[in-house]
């Protein structure tokens, strides 16, 4: 079992920044990939960021170029560090891992460890 808890989110203006963590705790392995979803009210979760233990990422679209992820193995965090946020990024946000990963997936099918979420609202 792996054990995850974001942490970081909250309220704020359009054009601002908030940065979003994740801690794993747990049976980690060394060779994993997480993932960023985020879930509005009435919409269905959508992959946001995907990473690999070895640094690979993947930015969807609708983020790129405003939020960068990082990632701590040593500390097994990963943090999403989001710029520029519109009211449109509003949702809750979730991080999500598997282990034993060698391609990073994009469903969160994929991903069987979740945390509880975190809230982010942007007001315009």
């Known amino acids: 079992q792996v054990q995850l808890v974001e942490s970081g989110g909250g309220s704020v203006q359009g054009g601002g920044s908030l940065r979003l963590s994740c801690v794993a705790s747990?049976?980690?392995?060394?060779?994993?990939?997480m993932g960023w979803f985020r879930q509005a009210p009435g919409k269905e979760r959508e992959g946001v960021i995907f990473?690999?233990?070895?640094?690979?990422?993947i930015y969807s679209d609708s983020v790129k170029g405003r939020f960068t992820v990082s990632q701590d193995n040593a500390k097994n965090t990963l943090t999403l560090l989001m710029n520029s946020l519109k009211p449109e990024d509003t949702a809750m946000y979730y991080c999500?891992?598997?282990?034993?990963?060698?391609?990073?997936?994009?469903?969160?099918?994929?991903?069987?460890?979740w945390g509880q979420g975190t809230q982010v609202t942007v007001s315009s």
């Open positions: 747990g049976y980690t392995t060394n060779t994993y990939c």
């Open positions: 990473i690999s233990s070895h640094g690979a990422a």
């Open positions: 999500a891992y598997r282990g034993f990963c060698f391609t990073i997936p994009q469903s969160s099918n994929e991903y069987p460890y």
